[in-house]
């Protein structure tokens, strides 16, 4: 598990931009026996646009941003109030 995670952590420390990042993150993904990954990033104003990379279908991805999911996601909601790694 170990040479899993530092293959990770190599993939993601060359990423260049986001097909780098994506790439990375669907090999993790793969690595770990998951189908899917997401990663979202909120911006610090609350006017801004967040961003989502994942390998979802682009339709799902579009919806849940249109429809600004991530304020009623209770994944995301946790993730930001403790900080702290949950299953």
Do not use: H
Request: aromatic content about 10%.
């Amino acid at each position: 598990m170990q040479l899993v995670f530092e293959t990770i952590l190599e993939n993601l420390s060359e990423s260049v931009d986001e097909a780098d990042f994506r790439e990375a993150m669907a090999g993790a993904a793969a690595e770990l026996e998951l189908i899917t990954f997401a990663y979202l990033s909120l911006p610090p104003q609350r006017s801004g646009k967040p961003k989502l990379i994942s390998n979802y279908p682009g339709r799902w991805t579009a919806r849940y941003l249109q429809n600004r999911y991530q304020k009623v996601d209770p994944v995301i909601i946790r993730a930001r109030c403790d900080g702290c790694p949950f299953r």
